[in-house]
């Protein structure tokens, strides 16, 4: 590693997200400081992960200063008041504090974010239902795979497949895969039950494999139709609650011209959902089966169970499984809720918490950028066990640049997954190099690349 | 439970222990004694260290119960081996005396059960003091400087071997608490050391008596104990570290990063100095007419009240002979002992603070039932859990010193010596009166009474917690 810059991190709030994060980023060697009104929260996070602990609110510019916001080079506000979370950016940035992230919900907010970013200084405000929606969205765009990530403003596509019993794939060699199908893609990633590896030419597929394959977007739906999995893109959604990922997503249904009926129980948030769009809303009970079965769910392309309980969610994907529905997406809260369901056969699985806290991770990441590359995105894949990490290489790197990739000899658990070069994506061989200018995708397992020269 | 964990970390402090012994060793070198005591327990040390380590376990979570388990266990096992030196060179050829002697170092008690010092071998002499060295800081939060940031949990180990009732961190990592805490605790030592240089000691006595000084353990090398140097200025020297000894090191810290201010705000620390300066008037006025003039008068009180306060245990004077008023008032610095995190024992004056105002919240919602009372330390508000736990401490406290001279009682000394003795173990001090007095020893009790008083002196530099979690099958069970 190049280099380390240690930063001086504030979390304020320390829920399941500010947990989230004071883990990960202790771990990644920050010195962090957490700040929470509740004793106990504090003390779960204390005497977990190596940081230090301040009891007040972050509100409070006399409990700023106390916890260094002169000095901090980041503070991450992620209590569950937006109010709170903006007013302590505010104050932490008068103070001195260089960053400041807010988590901002409320979708009310939404349109005044823009503003509040001039006046109030704020570097960054996150709105995880918002980015859950996104996830949700891109979800329906590409139902074959479990979970996909673009990178290289489109260009590519990572997607997470799950290899059912039944699946083409069950028994091949990853050589034999390569040789039978015309396309080019590369498995950089396999999990197999708890273990997750980065597979050699040799590996061959079992059922229940979970494999993350890197391809051309171009070449995404060939992909999908040569080892049959393809699904219809989808047309229509049946969607169950109505609270604000439901909202966020109606916009963009609207946009890619999905049709959804959406049930929700609350008659407040049925009345703001019609408002504002042009959806169905049903006003009942989501987990009643006879009203899925009436509103169609024998007829629709994906089930979304989006409610604010995570067992009513799972209970009812679990039935739309049942029902054979070809898509089921489903929203947990809890972060150790999803394991759990996963084994149970729910595949795509939408935590707004880890992506929050994936999102805040990546931005911090990409504040310690050295200057010959940057971090453009990162996304965690295989359950958090690798980092798909995108680099764009500014300047020629000694030792890396121009040297064929057979050469090159990368760390353990480093892979090499795309190279865009000059718009054209290239899955690499032993042959490939790579050059200034070009955009890499590396995989990594180790979670604390900084710098494209990481990789050696 | 973490076995394999538990394993590897006894295992690390058994090393350190092996490493450490390497001082006594170049000490017998230079006095011409013989290296092979040390290098035989240096050798049992690694022979039984060398397996647990050279794995180091997959999984590192530790939690609370695992935290004390591991200190309490690496206490008694360092006292375990430690007393083999003694033993193996003849200079304390029964195991038991030779075990109350280490254990005695290591706690930082310095009761002795030696009737006869100057004659031990040097290399011998050093072990005994630099025990009180190691025992000062503890091995634990040394361990935790020198090893690589195992775990974020391992904030267990820091909490369960630093004293006092509220405990947190320095700065945001572990590992950096642990080596400020060990910085200032070396300087400190080493300005010590020089000071006495400059007094006229010795290379050696100055060496043991900061070791003894830091540690405020209270072994010395002198049979007179620090009246045998006969040196006013060294005792002056000793006695204004033994005070310095007794501060909470987080103000050190705060002197360190400029914030003197919040120095002065410790209640603490006022209440350490306002006791200091009231008990030694006291005892000035109460022993005028014992003494030649004002300046030894002066002397003799500021140096034994700082000595007692700190729970060291030096002595430039028989105490035994002072009138009574002034014998109880040191038993009552004893009890009381100096401020949390440092290196003294007793109940430690934040956690007598806290029981004070207790007591005085319960009378005020006695008077007034419906009223909200709550207890503030420095001007802010103690949740409840520090105030329980202060409260369940002092009771523990006072059942081990009510079973201990109960057994004590057995031996057939009379109650001067059983109550002072128990109170000298429990609070670290290490002399106490009657016959284990400041002219006196430890050594004529029985072998069931040894081992007993050895225990106390774990329990108290522990802080009870962690040894009756290790002793008792609870905290053993699965669940």
Same mark, same amino acid.
């Given at each position: ?11 304020? #709030? ?42 007040? +609110? ?40 260089? +960053? ?63 290899? &059912? ?42 059922? #229940? ?17 040569? @080892? ?7 047309? +229509? ?25 959406? @049930? ?71 972060? &150790? ?11 795509? @699985? ?107 | ?7 590897? =970390? ?83 050829? %029964? ?100 000071? =006495? ?50 501060? %909470? ?123 909200? %009372? ?80 050895? =225990? ?14 290790? =002793? ?8």
């Amino acid at each position: 590693m190049l280099e380390e810059k240690y930063m001086n991190i504030i979390v304020v #709030g320390c829920g399941t997200v500010g947990a989230a994060i004071c883990a990960q980023l202790a771990e990644e060697g920050h010195d962090i400081t957490a700040l929470d009104k509740s004793v106990d929260a504090l003390s779960e996070v204390v005497n977990s992960y190596d940081v230090i602990n301040l009891e007040g +609110n972050g509100a409070d510019v006399s409990v700023l200063r106390r916890a260094g916001a002169d000095k901090a080079d980041l503070l991450l506000a992620v209590t569950s008041s937006d109010e709170v979370n903006i007013l302590c950016c505010a104050a932490a940035k008068r103070l001195g504090t260089k +960053n400041t992230v807010a988590r901002v919900r409320n979708p009310e907010y939404s349109e005044l974010i823009q503003l509040m970013r001039s006046e109030m200084n704020l570097s960054l405000t996150i709105n995880p239902e918002l980015a859950a929606a996104k996830e949700i969205y891109r979800m329906l765009r590409f139902p074959s795979a479990a979970k996909t990530e673009t990178f290289c403003r489109g260009r590519v596509e990572l997607a997470e497949i799950v290899v &059912s019993e039944e699946s083409e794939l069950c028994g091949l060699s990853l050589f034999e895969l390569r040789s039978k199908l015309n396309i080019k893609f590369l498995v950089c990633g396999v999990l197999r039950g708890e273990e997750a590896l980065i597979p050699s030419g040799d590996f061959c597929i079992q059922a #229940g494999d979970i494999i993350s394959i890197t391809l051309p977007e171009t070449e995404t739906v060939r992909f999908f139709k040569e @080892i049959g999995v393809y699904k219809q893109p989808v047309k +229509n959604v049946l969607i169950v609650g109505g609270g604000r990922t439901t909202y966020y997503l109606e916009a963009m249904l609207k946009e890619g011209k999905i049709n959804s009926v959406v @049930i929700e129980k609350d008659k407040e948030r049925c009345r703001d959902l019609i408002e504002q769009y042009s959806c169905t809303v049903i006003c009942d009970d989501g987990t009643d089966h006879d009203l899925l079965l009436e509103e169609g769910i024998d007829r629709i392309d994906a089930f979304l169970a989006l409610s604010d309980m995570d067992e009513e969610n799972a209970i009812i994907s679990m039935y739309a499984k049942k029902r054979e529905v070809p898509k089921i997406i489903t929203l947990i809260s809890k972060l &150790s809720y999803v394991d759990l369901f996963k084994n149970m056969g729910l595949e795509s @699985i939408v935590s707004p918490k880890s992506s929050t806290a994936e999102y805040i991770l990546r931005y911090v990441r990409s504040m310690e950028s050295v200057l010959d590359s940057e971090i453009e995105s990162l996304h965690k894949i295989m359950d958090g066990n690798f980092e798909a990490l995108e680099f764009i290489v500014k300047e020629d790197i000694e030792g890396l640049t121009d040297i064929k990739l057979k050469e090159l000899r990368p760390r353990r658990g480093v892979l090499v997954a795309c190279i865009v070069h000059n718009g054209n994506v290239i899955i690499p061989t032993g042959d490939d190099v790579i050059r200034r200018g070009d955009t890499v995708i590396v995989i990594t397992s180790d979670k604390q690349m900084n710098s494209i020269r990481d990789i050696l | 439970m973490n076995y394999r964990m538990l394993g590897y =970390l006894l295992s690390v402090v058994l090393l350190i222990e092996a490493a450490l012994l390497a001082f006594p060793l170049v000490t017998a070198m230079i006095y011409g004694e013989s290296i092979l005591p040390y290098l035989i327990t240096m050798a049992i040390l690694t022979v039984v260290s060398v397996p647990s380590i050279i794995f180091k376990p997959k999984n590192t979570v530790i939690y609370a119960k695992e935290g004390f388990i591991c200190v309490a266990a690496s206490w008694l096992l360092m006292s375990l081996f430690g007393a083999l030196p003694m033993v193996l060179s003849g200079a304390i050829p %029964n195991y038991i005396d030779a075990l109350f002697e280490i254990a005695s170092g290591f706690t930082t008690t310095g009761a002795s059960i030696l009737t006869e010092i100057e004659s031990l071998p040097k290399g011998i002499l050093l072990w005994r003091s630099f025990s009180h060295w190691v025992g000062g800081m503890g091995v634990l939060v040394f361990m935790l400087a020198i090893l690589p940031s195992t775990d974020g949990r391992a904030i267990h180990l820091l909490r369960a071997e630093v004293p006092g009732p509220t405990k947190g961190k320095l700065v945001p990592k572990l590992r950096q608490t642990a080596i400020i805490l060990y910085g200032i605790y070396v300087a400190l030592t080493v300005i010590e050391f020089v000071a =006495l240089l400059i007094s006229g000691m010795s290379f050696y006595d100055a060496l043991v008596s900061s070791f003894a000084t830091a540690g405020t353990g209270g072994f010395a090398v002198k049979n007179a104990s620090i009246a045998g140097y006969n040196n006013p200025a060294a005792e002056w020297i000793i006695a204004i570290f033994m005070l310095l000894f007794g501060v %909470n090191f987080n103000l050190y810290f705060f002197i360190l990063i400029g914030k003197i201010k919040d120095v002065f705000k410790s209640e603490e620390l006022r209440a350490y100095l306002a006791i200091f300066l009231v008990s030694s008037a006291i005892i000035v006025i109460n022993t005028w007419s014992m003494f030649a003039n004002a300046s030894d008068c002066i002397r003799a009180t500021v140096f034994q009240v700082t000595s007692i306060m700190s729970t060291t245990g030096f002595a430039t004077v028989d105490y035994n002979l002072w009138p009574e008023l002034s014998k109880t008032v040191l038993m009552v610095l004893t009890v009381i002992g100096a401020c949390a995190g440092s290196t003294a024992g007793g109940l430690k004056i934040s956690r007598v603070l806290i029981l004070i105002k207790s007591i005085f919240r319960e009378v005020r919602h006695m008077l007034r039932p419906r009223s909200v %009372n709550v207890v503030k330390i420095d001007g802010e508000v103690l949740s409840e859990e520090p105030v329980k736990a202060a409260g369940s401490y002092f009771a523990l406290y006072v059942l081990i010193i009510i079973l201990t001279v109960l057994i004590l009682a057995l031996d057939g000394f009379g109650f001067e010596t059983n109550f002072s003795a128990t109170l000298a173990c429990i609070n670290n001090v290490g002399p106490g009166f009657g016959a284990v007095g400041p002219v006196g020893n430890y050594s004529d009790f029985s072998w069931l009474s040894k081992i007993i008083l050895s =225990l106390n002196m774990l329990f108290g530099r522990l802080e009870i917690m962690p040894m009756i979690i290790l =002793l008792s099958p609870l905290g053993w069970k699965q669940r």
